[in-house]
């Protein structure tokens, strides 16, 4: 007989024993039962990733009856990894944080041990889970935040933010893929668009981005140039909100926060005009703000200048 027929001999004869060291050349080995086991420097094996453990000596107890070290294998003999038939093949998922993908792979298993592992295609529905799981971990972008708080300030309670996710995460390939915005019903992006919107028209013709706050309240930053003519407070959503107004000088920075636009014509525009006019002659400062143009533009030139 040939070592090898041999050692299919042992391994024959002592299927239940199959151990599998933790790390290359590593004492310390696995069993096929799940425990753990040390192999005994007079085992007679060094090498080999496979091992049938012939003998196995439990070590004593300690006091109060506790269990000791893990159990000595005493002699043991090498197995191929290709003689192992596997008896348990599952296909596992998990999700990587490195990529933000999901990965799966089919694992082979003789017993408790892993002998073989193949990487596979990952099943659309686990990788969701997992993908809307991580999504949970890591807590919305800003983005999906400033969603929420608009289907809040919205009044659109119902919507489920579970069901939500799973649907944005079936979309999704990676976890950086998920938006919630794109998981929207056509009814609900039509209800934000009345009831919500992304941003505000102004009287110079163009639109400033509102800001969807926690409290319910929802506020807006525009140069004062571009309000000329506007006396009321914009109002937003089925409660009517004032926008709370940051009016920007040219320099970007709000000279007046307030929610009560035509107190600030009246009262407080003059003080700031009177500021500002000559540090920043290039744009307009007309005494009466009511009947000028809004603009977000410079004075044009005239001419000699």
Known sequence: ?????????????????????????????????????????????????????????????????TA??????????????????????????????????VKAVRVHRYDALVVAEHPERPDPATAAALLADAWRRRGPTAEDTRLLRRLRFAGQHEVDLDTLLRAAAGDARALSDIRLSRALPAHLVHALDRDAPEALPVPSGRSVPLEYADDGSLSASVKLQELFGLGETPRIGLRKEPVLLALLAPNGRPVQITRDLRSFWERTYPEVRKELRGRYPKHPWPEDPWTAPPTRRVKPRTRGE
């Open 68 to 101: 000791g070290h893990e159990p000595i294998v005493r002699l043991a003999s090498v197995v191929d990894r290709d003689w192992l038939r596997p008896n348990n093949v599952e296909l596992m998922h998990r999700f990587d944080a490195d990529t933000g993908t």
């Open 1 to 65: 007989m040939s070592e090898t027929d041999f050692l299919k001999a042992v391994l024959a004869g002592y299927p239940d024993r199959v151990a599998a060291r933790r790390e290359p050349r590593s004492s310390r080995v696995r069993l096929g039962s799940g425990t753990g086991a040390m192999i005994g420097s007079e085992s007679g094996v060094v090498d080999g990733e496979f091992l049938v453990a012939l003998d196995l000596q439990a070590v004593g107890r300690k006091p109060g009856g």
